[in-house]
């Protein structure tokens, strides 16, 4: 499978909507609860500084997408931090990978020096194996800093990478 990743078009909205509302309703990854329609999922992309999607080039399909966007404001303003979501027929194929690999790329071109993810949850142990053959630092845990869709909490691993 041919996998590309490239920016995204106004015509990859509805997947990409799609997509983000598969990982919220799951209710383990994402701290969002509300679930995007076409109106508020635009303009949710749109207040990105970079979307990304990974399509499948031999269908057209999108299977992955990530957002890019700073962590914080002023002196804080050269961190950033993602979110990264690939659909439930596309998962262990490896896209997550590729989607943190042009992640790391595209804010370093930005002018970010450090990508920062707040709140991985301490049970996602693919993303959390992925993060670090990256080259991503653990920085802690925060005790139940994750409610999770059932109601029970669990702990959430802050990681960076330099950029």
Not at 25 to 42: M, V, Y
Not at 67 to 90: D, M
Not at 117 to 127: D, L
Request: proline residues 3%; hydrophobic residues 40%; glycine residues 8%.
């Amino acid at each position: 499978m041919n996998i590309e990743i490239i920016v995204y078009e106004e015509q990859h909205l509805p997947d990409m909507i799609r997509i983000w509302n598969e990982v919220v309703e799951e209710g383990i990854a994402f701290p969002q609860e509300e679930l995007l329609n076409a109106r508020t999922g635009k303009t949710f992309f749109e207040e990105q500084t970079y979307n990304a999607v990974a399509v499948n080039a031999d269908t057209g399909d999108v299977c992955g997408l990530y957002i890019l966007h700073p962590n914080n404001i002023g002196r804080c303003g050269h961190i950033c931090n993602a979110s990264y979501a690939v659909s439930r027929e596309y998962r262990g194929l490896h896209i997550g990978e590729k989607l943190v690999s042009d992640c790391l790329i595209q804010g370093r071109r930005l002018g970010f020096t450090i990508l920062q993810f707040n709140a991985v949850v301490a049970s996602n142990i693919h993303a959390r194996h992925l993060y670090e053959r990256l080259g991503f630092i653990l920085l802690g845990t925060i005790p139940k800093g994750f409610r999770m869709k059932d109601g029970h909490y669990e702990d959430i691993c802050p990681y960076y990478h330099t950029l």
